[in-house]
């Protein structure tokens, strides 16, 4: 099927204001009278408050007010147990305890050194194992341990004892995985301003859901949610990390402003921004597997621990996707994966892209190469045994009905591994190992599966709103956010594609809680897959009143009417036709027809079971397959990934360019995760806190990439779109380990695969 | 702390402010001449979201004192497109390669581009590469930047 | 943050006379690239109360070859330092050094100078100025004095420099035609972050193929920045064979740990210094 503007490189429709400079995120705006916020952060990771005095920070010239829990209308308490202020303890070295609003930002710093906080150390616990001993402290007292609620969530299928019996080898192994930050360049940034019509609050800033601002800040502040506008500002990425917490900044914010009927603006440091936003959750994931010698998978058995630190913020949703997928991309009889979340005195977890899939992907990649070794089998010709194929049944029982759910794995290991020459080069590569002590080479393979969408986790809705105005011009807005990813370039090209218009006659408003119905947040990859599907629900709505219109003009039947190359004219009369704005004028000048609607999609809730898992988990699958090739320094355990082969199918490509830097950009934090990125811990204080510390991937870290993106006839999203925004992250790790192993024989099983654990084979710390 | 005045020419027009001397060139530009096109991510001179030129070369104006602009001049990417809204050929290029994703590193990014070009107008992969390398793009977008670059390059020769 | 004054030397003789009454209570800013993150963490000491910039001492910039010498002038960028030719050709390393320091836009505004006297561990031209026998010219208001940069660093993070004095020049003989020179910067990731580990080494050999001179510092290493001389002396006059070059990296090992003791990044550490160490003899000298 050819399109006009789906699937072809259409320039994004937000990147004149980014080349420009002129695109405002919310750091860059101002409003007269402004005040400016800074949180009082805790001291200790753990301890009793026991006396806050704001006396002196409230005596600086220039300071309006100090406010603490007391000062919160109706509620301190937020969605996944986070206060927005810590009122009797402090659970992590980030907790907020007060915020100062002042003329100016250093002042408001300075003040906030100054609010004299008494503590009374607690002792901290810090670990995942730590946590779950029996006598251990509870990081909050009310619950009944340090299990995360909710979080806990089981998948069973067959019967693991039978499989073991019948395998040939056991493995049992354990993986590791660490806390890493998103590191977005833009650090989060607030404005909250009174907002006199509403009698209630309007808020701007770097959100990337603004309907749970919203509902949090009315919350606490005791307000219907119509009285609290969130507008959401242009993003300087997100990956996951402005996803919830910047609600406590909101809050913050949004209190002072109603106190002091002033805006309120708050711009976090990098160093706030590295202690009070949410992490990728560190993970302990055990493992056992059973094979037989034909290379077969009779059983896999998994316990992991998602480390979430001192709050809940998406414990239970990521684990719940971590159940589902822990036995990921392959065919095996008896599954029993059980999955807990656990609380510790600690920075924590929350949304980063990928939402628990690179961990798990790393644990199992690893393992299945394992596997492979175990049986001397090469892990391709492993993977390609056992790897999910056409009209298998996944674990929950949903089916990969071919014509519904393409199962593509084998094609994509087929083809990465003729188009980085396989074979060849794992001989050329043994062969140089054999020569070389400094260095050697090796590749290594890693796929995934992915459910797209919300699936069970939620019910993946999705609005969105299309007006026609009277010139031609159209305005498009999405209940989903943009940030950075290309939403709304995909969203213009899907509505031009459907009313036969040129981008070029497409302009955005940008999201806003009061103007569309919430349909949910802007995660799990669904910004083309739901918001699309939403877009494409109003311009659908839209085309057929076009073509209504037309066929009154034309004197014919609804159904005569062809939209083709701009025009809409009779099918047998292809001379006679109407223009985009003649319907315009027709219709809405001289009949009174609107030509704005509202789009909804709602797929329904999957047909899932909760208490047994059974059921569909997924409307659909992606996949994808990573072959890197890798150059280790023996001298100092140093891994360079000289080339990466990819291959993805993701449905359809609305955008292939876009598609392009998602995959890229998504393999590439993959890399920065599964080599180097780290945040330096020490008894629940943070030391990295910035860029110097804390290292990103650079031009210079980007491997040689060659990818495929495969499409499939998919039924699912707009256009066949599955989403394609967070599968690029789930492979580096995985696949570099294990082209780390073909190098060198040495297996690591915890990350990051830093300099000190390739050499010596453990990590050190000061 | 104390007072001063800097004089200094930014994007062709002469400016004259009167400020404190704690602050930064990032600070004169974004809050006193309402210039935001420049960003700041880290404030160490780490990120290079703050990338301006200064009497000709790169620096991070995070890491320049006020009083340091005193004389200089300054060009920002308010400064780099041409009259009446026309892009600038290493603006056109970045839209075109698809090398914006969220846009914050992009100013930064394209100021970066623009001293090498007008250094090296043929410049390799390499070059470009040491070029930016000052610059994090936490989106990932770095093959379609150098893309951009070349693409740009290759348009500026004619 | 913490808050001081700030003036703009208009010469080097009006800085000297502002450090000799103020001493302890100043804090010099050149290219600020590593006082600015000091004053945003709260860093300077608490005397410090003016900031005093000398950037714009034109007295203090620039590169020349001076009877044979090679001046280098402390308010130099290290990126002018890189692009010099007379750096390139005359100092064999230091532009190879001096091109490692962070980013571009780093090197367009940090010193030469400044890399020396923040002492940081990781700095990157200092191993090249120790094997370089550099010298470092120090003014105050009333004297003048060089100090050879191997007595520059005397304890972590601390130098020989007087709270009246700046830092003016650095100077150093070139290595003759004979030597061959690497610098080589161990990083967590492909660019533009602190050096785990930078190794500078010189050499130079007759045509017998014996080693007549050999330098070598290694950043990160020691608690102060030097050199290692037992290392050098292992295989000075001496016609080296391959094995040697795995013995004198094994030496510089065990000199870094008699030295600093042992640390929590010893274990990490050992190897690598051992390892590197012979990767840059065997670049530097011709092996029998």
């Known amino acids: 099927m050819s399109f006009n503007v789906v699937g072809t490189h259409s320039a994004r429709i937000d990147a004149y204001e980014k080349v420009t400079g002129r695109a405002k995120y919310c750091g860059d705006i101002n409003y007269g009278n402004q005040l400016y916020a800074a949180t009082v952060y805790s001291k200790y990771p753990h301890a009793r408050i026991l006396k806050i005095d704001t006396h ?53 710093r300075r003040a906030a050194q100054l609010v004299e906080v008494e503590y009374k150390e607690l002792p901290a616990v810090l670990e995942i194992e730590k946590a779950l001993e029996k006598d251990a402290a509870k990081v909050h007292e009310d619950a009944e341990d340090n299990l995360i609620e909710n979080a806990s969530h089981k998948l069973y299928y067959g019967d693991v004892r039978r499989g073991f019996e019948s395998a040939d080898k056991i493995l049992a192994r354990s993986y590791r ?19 006199p019509y509403r009698r209630g609050v309007e808020i701007h800033g770097s959100i990337q859901n603004p309907y749970s601002v919203r509902q949090n800040v009315a919350e606490v502040l005791g307000l219907k949610y119509s009285r609290v506008r969130v507008v959401q500002s242009t993003i300087g990425g997100s990956f996951g990390g402005k996803d919830e917490s910047v609600m406590l900044m909101a809050a913050r914010c949004a209190l002072l402003a109603l106190k002091l009927n002033r805006p309120v603006k708050m711009v976090l440091t990098r160093e706030e921004s590295m202690l009070e936003s949410p992490k990728r959750h560190a993970y302990l994931a055990q493992y056992k597997i059973g094979v037989k010698k034909d290379g077969s998978i009779t059983a896999v058995e998994d316990t992991i ?88 049944q996944l674990p929950t029982g949903q089916y990969l009905h071919p014509d519904k759910i393409p199962a593509n794995l084998e094609s994509l290991i087929l083809d990465v591994c003729r188009r980085a020459e396989y074979q060849r080069k794992k001989e050329e590569y043994d062969q140089f190992n054999a020569e070389h002590t400094d260095e050697k080479r090796g590749i290594g393979i890693a796929i995934t599966l992915r459910g797209t969408g919300l699936g069970g986790e939620g019910i993946d809705t999705a609005g969105a709103s299309i007006t026609i105005e009277p010139d031609g011009s159209v305005n498009i807005q999405s209940g989903l956010i943009e940030m950075g990813q290309g939403m709304r370039t995909a969203h213009a090209q899907i509505v031009a594609e459907v009313l036969g218009i040129e981008m070029e006659r497409i302009t955005f408003s940008t999201s806003d809680t009061s103007m569309v119905m919430d349909g949910g947040p802007t995660v799990a990859s669904r910004g083309t897959l739901a918001g699309g599907m939403a877009m494409l629900n109003a311009a659908e709505k839209l085309l057929s009143r076009l073509k209504d219109i037309a066929a009154v003009e034309l004197g014919c039947a609804l159904e005569d009417i062809t939209l083709d190359n701009h025009r809409y004219y009779k099918k047998e009369d292809p001379k006679k036709y109407c223009s985009f704005d003649d319907l315009i004028t027709k219709g809405y000048r001289e009949r009174g027809i609107s030509l704005s609607a509202q789009g909804w999609y709602n797929p329904g809730p999957e047909p899932l079971d909760h208490h047994t898992g059974r059921g569909n988990a997924y409307p659909s699958y992606i996949y994808g397959a990573a072959m890197p090739e890798v150059l280790v320094d023996m001298r100092t355990g140093k891994i360079k990934v000289e080339k990466v082969t990819l291959a993805y199918e993701i449905g359809r490509a609305i955008n292939p360019k876009i598609v392009e830097g998602q995959i890229y950009g998504g393999f590439l934090q993959g890399l920065g995760y599964g080599l180097f990125e780290e945040i330096e811990q020490r008894d629940g204080y943070v030391f990295s806190l910035n860029f110097d510390d804390y290292l990103v991937p650079t031009v210079k870290d980007v491997p ?49 695969l830093n300099l000190e654990r390739v050499l010596i084979g453990r990590a050190l710390s000061k | ?61 995070c890491m320049v004192p006020a009083g340091q602009a005193e004389g200089a001049t300054v060009v920002t990417i308010e400064g780099l497109g041409g009259a009446d809204e026309k892009l600038h050929p290493i603006q056109q290029a970045f839209i075109d390669a698809g090398a914006v994703q969220c846009g914050f590193c992009t100013p930064g990014m394209i100021m970066s581009a623009a001293d090498l070009l007008e250094a090296n107008p043929d410049p390799s992969e390499d070059d470009i590469k040491e070029a930016v390398a000052g610059n994090i793009c936490r989106c990932g977008a770095y093959r379609q930047i150098i893309d951009a670059i070349l693409m740009a390059a290759e348009r500026m020769k004619v | 943050m913490q808050q001081f004054d700030y003036y703009r030397a208009g010469t080097l003789e009006e800085a000297l006379e502002i450090l000799k009454q103020e001493g302890e209570g100043v804090k010099l800013i050149c290219g600020g690239t590593d006082v600015l993150i000091d004053v945003r963490n709260n860093a300077l000491s608490e005397e410090v109360r003016l900031l005093l910039d000398i950037s714009g001492l034109e007295e203090l910039k620039g590169v020349e070859l001076r ?95 007087k709270p009246d004095e700046v830092l003016t020049e650095i100077a150093f003989t070139p290595p003759g035609s004979k030597y061959r020179g690497v610098f080589e910067k161990l990083m967590r990731r492909e660019a533009v972050a602190k050096s785990r580990l930078g190794l500078c080494v010189l050499a130079a050999q007759n045509e017998a193929g014996e080693v007549e001179d050999l330098r070598i510092s290694i950043g990160s290493s020691l608690p102060s920045h030097g050199r290692f001389p037992t290392v050098e002396q292992m295989l000075k006059g001496i016609r080296v064979e391959a094995p040697m070059l795995r013995q004198a990296g094994i030496e510089a090992g065990e000199y870094m740990v008699r030295v600093g003791g042992t640390r929590w990044s010893t274990e990490y550490k050992l190897p690598v210094v051992q390892n590197l160490t012979e990767k840059c003899l065997r670049e530097v000298l011709e092996v029998q």
């Not at chain 1, 406010?67 to 907790?95: C, H, L, Q, W």
């Not at chain 3, 094997?131 to 050879?148: D, E, F, G, M």
């Open chain 1, 56 to 108: 002196e920070a409230e005596q600086c010239e220039g300071v309006v007010a100090v406010v603490t829990a007391k000062d919160v209308p109706a509620s301190n308490s937020m969605f996944g147990r986070f206060p927005v202020f810590a009122e009797e303890e402090v659970k992590y070295i980030g907790d907020g305890v007060a915020a100062v609003a002042a003329e100016s930002p250093e002042i408001a």
């Open chain 1, 704 to 752: 040689d990439f060659d990818l495929k993106i495969f499409e499939s006839a998919s039924k699912v999203g707009p256009f066949g779109a599955k989403g394609v925004g967070e599968i690029g992250v789930e492979l580096a790790a995985a696949s570099v380990a294990n082209a780390l192993y073909a190098a060198t024989g040495k297996r690591l099983r915890e990350l990051p």
């Open chain 1, 177 to 195: 995985t660490h806390f890493v930050d998103q590191m977005y360049i833009e650090p989060e940034a607030i404005i909250a301003l009174p907002d």
């Open chain 2, 1 to 61: 702390m104390g007072s001063i005045t800097v004089k200094f020419k930014v994007n062709g027009i002469d400016r004259h402010i009167t400020t404190d001397s704690g602050r930064r060139l990032l600070d004169l530009l974004r809050d006193d001449l309402g210039l935001t096109g420049t960003k700041e991510g880290c404030g160490i001179g780490e990120c290079g979201a703050c990338t301006v030129l200064m009497n000709g070369r790169k620096v991070n104006s």
């Open chain 3, 67 to 161: 009877n044979g010498e090679m001046c280098i002038r402390a308010g130099t960028t290290l990126a002018a330092v890189a692009e010099d030719p007379l750096v390139r050709e005359k100092s064999l390393v230091l532009h190879t050094a001096a091109e490692a320091v962070g980013s571009q836009q780093i090197r367009n505004r940090g010193t030469v100078a400044g890399n020396i006297v923040t002492a940081a561990q990781c700095a990157d031209t200092v191993p090249a100025l120790l094997v370089l026998n550099a010298t470092l010219v120090l003014k105050s208001a009333t004297n003048s004095r060089r100090v050879p940069i191997n007595e520059f660093f005397t304890g972590p993070k601390t130098t020989a420099l």
């Open chain 1, 305 to 392: 621990f998602t480390q979430g630190g001192a709050y809940n913020n998406k414990a239970m949703f990521a684990n719940w996707r971590g159940s589902i997928h822990a036995a990921g991309a392959y065919r095996v009889p008896h599954v029993k994966n059980d999955v807990y979340g656990v609380y510790t005195h600690t920075i924590f977890g929350g949304a980063y892209r990928g939402f628990s899939a690179p961990q798990i992907v790393f644990a199992l990649e690893s393992l299945m190469d394992e596997a492979a070794a175990e049986l001397n089998i090469d892990p391709v010709e492993f993977r390609l045994k056992n790897c999910l194929k056409p009209h298998d």
